[in-house]
C-alpha cells in the first residue's frame, strides 16, 4: 500500500484514503463549443501513457475531500511529489534529483 | 520407539507420544513432529500422487518450499484445508490427515495411467492435444480436463474459524530467524528501537535447528539459540513464530500471516486461526536463507528420494532417519555432511555419488574413516522401486561421455545440487539480480526499498558468515535509523560452509527424450518438457514458463525455477543472466482465503446500509433486494401471495387510492452558495436561472462526453439553495463528479456541495387520496392545486416534524415526497400509515415503483442507459438547454457520433402475442436473415402492467423514433417474438392524474 501526502491536510497517509482520478493538468477549455472535434476528442480521449513520472490526479476521499495533483514514477510507483490543484506543474529535473 | 527414530536425536519430546490418522491409519509420532516427520519415522515416504502423472511422492523437502507431501487436514466440522503441507503441519492427538489425487487408493491409482502415457502430455499438451476436433471439446476433453484437474479438493462446509488482521509499525522488521536474522536482530535494538523478528517455522534458529553441532562462541548451537532468544525478549525484540511474511508491498508494507491454532489440539476460545499483520517497517532485513536445489535425473521423484539438507534436518531437528541404507547423490560439499550424520545416526551409507572429479581432502577423509564409498565424477541415470526407491543407477563420466552403469540398492537417495538464495521477497520488491558465475545463481542487487539482504539469501554459506553478515546489517540499519547499535564478532567452530557445481540434466547414457527427470515436481515439468517448449519457438523464459507451467504451482518455484532456468538457457544457447529469471509474486506460501478477508466476511463481507424505516418493512414481512449498498423493500407479500401477485396487488392499490414508498435512499446533495444557480446551470442539462424557489425540475446529469450519467428531481428551496437528489446508486459519484467540476475546473464559484444522503427520511406518496391522506398533517402550505401545484417545494411541518415537502411523481399519481430528518423516519412512516387506513393505503417496494414508473415512460438510468445514450437516445431533448452558453455535456453532444443518424434510441414494446419480454433480450429487424443475425438493440425494462392491461417493455433500438410502429423481432431460444415499436409512455399520456 503506497503512502501518499496530501498537500492540504500535509501528512503521509495510506492509500485506502486516496482515489486516483486521471491525469493531471488537462485543463477543460473556456469554451468548450468554439473547439473542433479534433480539439474536444484530445481533451476528452487523448492520455499519457508515460514509463518513468506521470502527472497525475488524486483526490483525499476519505479525508479532506480535496483534489491535488501529484508526480509518481510509473515504473517505481514512488511518488516524487504532490501538490495542490491549480499549482504550476513541478520542473521534472528537479525532482529526480533530488531523489538521488 | 517407532523404527526410524533416533534415541538421543531430535528436539521432539521422546516421552510426548502423539496419535494422528493418516488415510485412516493411526500412526504415532511425537510431540514436536510434524506430519512428514512422523511418517517418516513411521518408515512411510509415500505420501501423495503428483498432479498429472499421478506418480508416487514422498517429500523432498522439510519445509516450506515442499512441493510433493501435500495433504489434507481436518481439525473439526468444517475445518477441512487441502494441499497443507505435511513437511509444516505440526501433529496433535486427534488430527485427521488424507492425501491427494489418488483414487481408489494411494497405493492402487488409475489415474496413473497418465504416467503410462507420458508422452501425450509433453509440455504445452493443454494447447495442443485438446484442439481438435471442436466437437470434442463439450463431450471429451472438458469433462476429461475437469475430472482431472485441480489440486486436493476443495472444502464444501463453511468455515467456522475466525480470521484477524492488524496493523504494525516498527523499526526494524528482521524476516527469517536463523543466524543472520537472529544476529541482525541483537545489532539493530539499540536505543530503543522497536525491532520485530519472524519466522515462519513453530520455533526460531532456522538451520541452527539443523545443526546442532556447531559451537558459538564455545556454546553448543541449541543452548546458544535458546540463551540469544531469551537476550533479544529481554531487550524488547518481538519475536514471532508460525509467522510467514507472504509479501512484500510498496514503502515497505509487508504483510506477515500469524498462524495461531493449527498446531493446537484444542482451540483457544475467541482466538483466531490466523491473523493477517500488515507491518510497515521503517527498515527490512531478509534474512530467509537459501533453498537447496534437487539434482535433475530420471526417478528423481520417486519417494526416498530427496534433499540431502532436508534428510538432516529429519534427523538432527526430529531424530528420524530417513533411511537405512541411503546413497549420497551431490554435486556440493553439504550434502556429504548428510552422509556423515546419518552414519553417525546408524544408517548403513551406502555410497557418496558426487558429480565433481574432484573434492576436499577433509571429506575424502571423513567418508573414509566412517568406511563410506565414494564415487566421483559419477552421474545418476535412474532410480528404480515402485513406491520407494529400492536402488540408484550410477555411471562413471570421463570427458564427457557416459561409462557402465552400477546399481547401489539403498532404501533413500540423499540428493543436494546445491543451494540457490531465497529471493522471493526481494523479487516482491522489484529488486534487481546480479548473476554470480562462482555460485552460478542469482543474488539480490538493488532495490527500490529500504530493505537490505543479509546471510545465504545474499550467497554466503556457513553459519559464521551469516551471523557476520547479520550482525553487520543490524548495526547498518539502526544507524540508518540514528541509533548506535552494535556488531558483534562470533567465532564459530564445525561451521560447515561449502563449495559446489551447478548442474543441469545429469548426463545419461539413455535417451535423454524418455527420462522423466523431473524439475517442477509439483506442475510435474520434466527438463525434457523445457527442452521442448525451446525446440518449439518458446524463447523469453516467461514464455517457456507458461508453456511448460515450470514454476506455476503452488510452491511457486522454490525448487524448479533454477533449475528451469539453468535447461532452458542451455537449450537456448545463452548464458542464463541473458535469459533472465521469471518473477516471483506473493504469496510467499499458499495463503487461506480467510487470511486475506479476516473480519469481512458473512454480515462484514459488504457493508449494507438501511434506511430508518428498514425495520418497519422487515416487521411488515417486506422481501428485501439490494440496490447498491442499499437494502431496499422489493416487495410486501401478503400470505399467500407470490411475487407477481403482491406486485399487481400494490399497483392496483396505489393506483386506486393511495401507496406509500421508503424512498429514503435516493442520493440527497444540498448545493449552498452566492454562485449555486451558476453552478447548477454549468453542471446539468436543463436551465435553472428561471426556476423560482419553491419549484422544482427534473434534472439530467451527462459527461463532458455527452452521455447521461445521473438523473433526479431537484429543488430551489431559495435563491442559493437546491435540493438535489440523484438515483440511489449514483449519489457518491455524482457528489465526486460535482466537487471535481468545483475544485479543479471552476474553483471561483461560491458554492460548497454537502452530501446529505443519510440526513433526510423520504416517504413517498402517491395515488389519487395522497393529498387527502397528507393535508390534515402538514403545516406552513396548503395542498391545493394554487397553493402547492406539481413541482413544488417547501421547508414547513408534516405531523409537528420539521420538514421538506416536494409535490413530485414517479407513478404519474398524484405525489408527495416527505422529507424529515432521519431519526423521525419509521415515526412518521406509522402516522402515516395510521392516517392512510381509511383510504386502504398500500406499503410498496422497488418492483412496484419499478412498473409504476415504466407505465409513465420515466426512465431509470442505468437500467434504460448503459452509458452510450444521450439525452436525445432517451427521448429527453427537452430536458436540455440549448441557449446556455455551455454545461457539462454540451460540446460532447455536438461530436459527430453523438449526432449521428442511426443511433440506438428508447422506444416502446407491445408484444404482438401480449408476452412478457426479457430484460435483455436482443432485438433484430429481420428474423430470417442468416446467423449471425445482426443485433439492432436490447429490452432494457418489461413488466405485467394492469393498468396498461398488458405487458409493457422499453427497449433500445436502432433509429428507435424513426420506426414508430414498426415491428421488430426478439429471437428466444424457443420461438422468436414480434413486437410493435410504441412511445414511452403507457398510461395517462395527458397527465391528467397528476392534478389535484
Ligand atoms: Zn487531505
Known amino acids: 500500500m503506497l503512502l501518499i501526502h496530501c498537500p492540504y491536510c500535509d501528512e503521509t497517509l495510506p492509500e485506502a484514503e486516496f482515489a486516483y482520478a486521471g491525469q493531471a493538468h488537462v485543463l477543460r477549455p473556456q469554451d468548450p463549443s468554439a473547439q473542433t472535434d479534433e480539439q474536444w476528442e484530445e481533451f476528452l480521449f487523448i492520455r499519457e501513457n508515460p514509463k518513468g513520472p506521470h502527472f497525475e490526479r488524486w483526490r483525499h476521499q476519505h479525508g479532506c475531500g480535496r483534489f491535488f495533483n501529484a508526480v509518481r514514477d510509473t515504473v517505481s510507483d514512488k511518488f516524487l511529489t504532490t501538490y495542490r490543484a491549480g499549482a504550476p506543474r513541478p520542473d521534472l529535473a528537479s525532482l529526480t534529483e533530488s531523489l538521488t | ?996
Not at chain 2, 512484500?248 to 491454532?261: A, C, F, P, R, S
Not at chain 2, 541404507?325 to 557418496?352: C, E, R
Not at chain 2, 469481512?600 to 428498514?614: C, N, S
Not at chain 2, 416487495?635 to 406509500?660: H, I, K, L, N, Q
Open chain 2, 1 to 996: 520407539m517407532s523404527r526410524y527414530r533416533v534415541a538421543g536425536k531430535g528436539r521432539v519430546e521422546t516421552a510426548q507420544p502423539v496419535d494422528f490418522t493418516f488415510d485412516g491409519r493411526r500412526i504415532r509420532g511425537l510431540r514436536g513432529d510434524t506430519v512428514a516427520s512422523a511418517l517418516l519415522a513411521n518408515g512411510i515416504h509415500l505420501m501423495g500422487r503428483s498432479f498429472k502423472y499421478h506418480r508416487p511422492r514422498g517429500p523432498v523437502a522439510a519445509g516450506s518450499e515442499e512441493p510433493n507431501a501435500l495433504i489434507g487436514t481436518r481439525r473439526g466440522k468444517g475445518q477441512f484445508e487441502p494441499n497443507t503441507r505435511a513437511t509444516v503441519q505440526e501433529i496433535w492427538d486427534g488430527l485427521e490427515t488424507t492425501s491427494q489425487n489418488k483414487f481408489p487408493s494411494l497405493t492402487w491409482d488409475i489415474g496413473a495411467v497418465n504416467d503410462a502415457a507420458y508422452m501425450l502430455f509433453s509440455a504445452g499438451f493443454y494447447y495442443k492435444t485438446f484442439m481438435w476436433p471442436k466437437s470434442f471439446w463439450d463431450k471429451v476433453y472438458e469433462p476429461f480436463i475437469r475430472a482431472a484437474a485441480g489440486l486436493g479438493v476443495s472444502p464444501s462446509e463453511e468455515d467456522p474459524d475466525s480470521y484477524a488482521s492488524r496493523y504494525l509499525h516498527c523499526d526494524v522488521l528482521i524476516v527469517g530467524a536463523g543466524p543472520a536474522g537472529l544476529a541482525a536482530a541483537r545489532a539493530a535494538c539499540a536505543e530503543g528501537l522497536r525491532v520485530v523478528l519472524v519466522d515462519e517455522n513453530s520455533e526460531a534458529g532456522g538451520t541452527l535447528l539443523s545443526e546442532p553441532q556447531a559451537r558459538i562462541g564455545g556454546t553448543p548451537a541449541w543452548v546458544w539459540l535458546a540463551q540469544e532468544l531469551a537476550a533479544l525478549r529481554a531487550a524488547g525484540v518481538r519475536v514471532m513464530t508460525r509467522t510467514t511474511a507472504i509479501g512484500y508491498y510498496h514503502q515497505n508494507m509487508i504483510g506477515m500471516v500469524e498462524k495461531l491454532t493449527d498446531h493446537l489440539p484444542q482451540q483457544p476460545a475467541d482466538t483466531p486461526r490466523e491473523r493477517m499483520w500488515r507491518v510497515r517497517a521503517k527498515r527490512v532485513v531478509l534474512a530467509q536463507g537459501a533453498l537447496e536445489k534437487p539434482l535433475v535425473f530420471h526417478g528423481n521423484d520417486r519417494p526416498g528420494v530427496m534433499l540431502a539438507g532436508s534428510a538432516q534436518t529429519y534427523l538432527n531437528r526430529y531424530g528420524v532417519l530417513v533411511g537405512r541404507q541411503p546413497v549420497v547423490l551431490t554435486s556440493h560439499d553439504s550434502a556429504w555432511y548428510a552422509a556423515f550424520d546419518l552414519a553417525d545416526a546408524g544408517a548403513k551409507v551406502q555410497a557418496i555419488v558426487d558429480t565433481r572429479a574432484t573434492v576436499r581432502p577433509d571429506l575424502r577423509a571423513e567418508a573414509d574413516r566412517r568406511g563410506i564409498p565414494v564415487k566421483l565424477s559419477h552421474t545418476a541415470t535412474a532410480s528404480s522401486g515402485r513406491l520407494r526407491v529400492a536402488s540408484l543407477r550410477i555411471n562413471p563420466v570421463l570427458n564427457g561421455t557416459v561409462g557402465a552403469a552400477a546399481t547401489i540398492r539403498c532404501d533413500a537417495v540423499l540428493m543436494s545440487g546445491g543451494w540457490t538464495p531465497s529471493l522471493h521477497l526481494f523479487s516482491h520488491t522489484r529488486g534487481s539480480l546480479a548473476w554470480d558465475e562462482d555460485l552460478t545463481t542469482f543474488l539480490p542487487k538493488d532495490t527500490p526499498e529500504d530493505c537490505v539482504i543479509a546471510g545465504a539469501s545474499r550467497g554466503l554459506w556457513g553459519i559464521a558468515a551469516a551471523l557476520q553478515d547479520g550482525a553487520e546489517k543490524g548495526r547498518a540499519v539502526a544507524a540508518d535509523l540514528g541509533a548506535a547499535g552494535i556488531a558483534r564478532a562470533y567465532e564459530v567452530q564445525d561451521d560447515r560452509p561449502g563449495q559446489g557445481e551447478s548442474r543441469r540434466e545429469l548426463p545419461t547414457d539413455r535417451d535423454p527424450g524418455r527420462a522423466k527427470a523431473f524439475v517442477d515436481y509439483q506442475n510435474d515439468v520434466t527438463a525434457k518438457d523445457l527442452r521442448l517448449a525451446v525446440r518449439e519457438g518458446m524463447r523469453s523464459i516467461e514464455h517457456v514458463k507458461r508453456y511448460t507451467t515450470n514454476g506455476m504451482a503452488t510452491d511457486q518455484g522454490k525448487m524448479s525455477n533454477i533449475n528451469g532456468l539453468n535447461i532452458a538457457a542451455d537449450a537456448l544457447g545463452k548464458a542464463p543472466p541473458q535469459v533472465g529469471l521469471t518473477t516471483f509474486r506473493p504469496p510467499y506460501t499458499p495463503t487461506s482465503f480467510g487470511a486475506f478477508a479476516g473480519y469481512h466476511r458473512g454480515a462484514h463481507f459488504e457493508v449494507t446500509r438501511k434506511t430508518r424505516i428498514d425495520s418497519w418493512a422487515e416487521d411488515y414481512g417486506a422481501v428485501f433486494e439490494p440496490v447498491g449498498q442499499w437494502r431496499r423493500a422489493w416487495y410486501f407479500p401478503e400470505a399467500g401471495e407470490s411475487m407477481d401477485d403482491a406486485v399487481r396487488r400494490e399497483c392496483v392499490a396505489t393506483r386506486a387510492s393511495v401507496g406509500m414508498f421508503d424512498a429514503s435512499t435516493l442520493g440527497k446533495i444540498e448545493v449552498v452558495g452566492p454562485d449555486a444557480v451558476e453552478f447548477m446551470n454549468r453542471m446539468y442539462t436543463n436551465p435553472w436561472t428561471k426556476l423560482a424557489p419553491g419549484r422544482c425540475r427534473y434534472g439530467l446529469l451527462c459527461g463532458d462526453d455527452g452521455f447521461i450519467r445521473d438523473d433526479g428531481v431537484i429543488g430551489r428551496m431559495t435563491e442559493d439553495r437546491f435540493h438535489v437528489t440523484t438515483t440511489t446508486g449514483g449519489a457518491a459519484r455524482v457528489l465526486t463528479m460535482m466537487e471535481d467540476y468545483l475544485q479543479t475546473e471552476w474553483p471561483d464559484l461560491q458554492v460548497w456541495l454537502t452530501s446529505t444522503t443519510e440526513h433526510w427520511a423520504t416517504i413517498a406518496l402517491n395515488g389519487p387520496n395522497a393529498a387527502k391522506l397528507l393535508a390534515p398533517l402538514v403545516d406552513g402550505v396548503e395542498l391545493t392545486e394554487a397553493a402547492f401545484p406539481h413541482m413544488s417545494c417547501v421547508d414547513c411541518t408534516v405531523a409537528g416534524m420539521p420538514a421538506r415537502l416536494f409535490r413530485v411523481s414517479f407513478t404519474g399519481e398524484i405525489g408527495f415526497e416527505v422529507n424529515v430528518p432521519a431519526p423521525m423516519g419509521r415515526r412518521l412512516w406509522q402516522i402515516l400509515w395510521d392516517a392512510g387506513q381509511p383510504y386502504d393505503i398500500c406499503a410498496y417496494g422497488t418492483e412496484t415503483m419499478h412498473v409504476l414508473r415504466a407505465e409513465k415512460g420515466y426512465i431509470i438510468v442505468g437500467q434504460d442507459t448503459d452509458g452510450t445514450v444521450t439525452p436525445h437516445d432517451a427521448g429527453l431533448s427537452w430536458a436540455v438547454g440549448k441557449a446556455k452558453p455551455d454545461f457539462v455535456g454540451k460540446r460532447g453532444l455536438a461530436r459527430p457520433d453523438l449526432t449521428a443518424k442511426g443511433r440506438k434510441q428508447l422506444v416502446g414494446l407491445l408484444t404482438e402475442d401480449q408476452s412478457r419480454l426479457e430484460e435483455g433480450a436482443q432485438i433484430v429487424f429481420d428474423p430470417n436473415q442468416p446467423l449471425p443475425m445482426k443485433m439492432v438493440g436490447h429490452v432494457t425494462s418489461s413488466y405485467h402492467s394492469d393498468a396498461a392491461g398488458r405487458p409493457i417493455a422499453l427497449a433500445l433500438v436502432e433509429g428507435g423514433q424513426d420506426r414508430m410502429g414498426e415491428t421488430v423481432h426478439i429471437p428466444m431460444h424457443d420461438r422468436v417474438i414480434a413486437a410493435k415499436i410504441t412511445g414511452m409512455v403507457f398510461v395517462d399520456p395527458e397527465n391528467a392524474r397528476l392534478k389535484l
